[in-house]
């Protein structure tokens, strides 16, 4: 049983910065991908950042140049870096893990950590 434990999340003022964290467990054969996703209140589930098991990134435009993603396949966890913080960036952060087999993919997601900024 794969599971996500997400921590980091809490209220900071804009401008300030908060690092999340995630750490899987349960699987023996690593992910091919590990990311963050967010959801705002009202709002869909948007893509922030992920992270290939390469090493390879990708980001939403709202966080470039403010966020960084980085994972440890060793531990599977993966981090999120977040500077300069604005009311934007708040909303429930989920981490999320993709592994494939057999080219089939399996999704699996922590239960979300709140992030919220303050104007």
Known sequence: QVQLVES???LVQAGGSL??????????FGFNAMG???QAPGKQRDLVATITSG???NYADSVKGRFTI???NAKSTVSLQMNSLNAEDTGVYYCHA?????MVAYDYWGQGTQVTVSS
């Open 70 to 72: 980085s994972r440890d």
């Open 36 to 38: 963050w996703y967010r």
């Open 8 to 10: 980091g999340g809490g």
């Open 19 to 28: 690092r999340l964290s995630c750490a899987a467990s349960g699987s023996i």
């Open 55 to 57: 090493g390879s990134t």
């Open 98 to 102: 993709r592994a494939v087999r057999a």
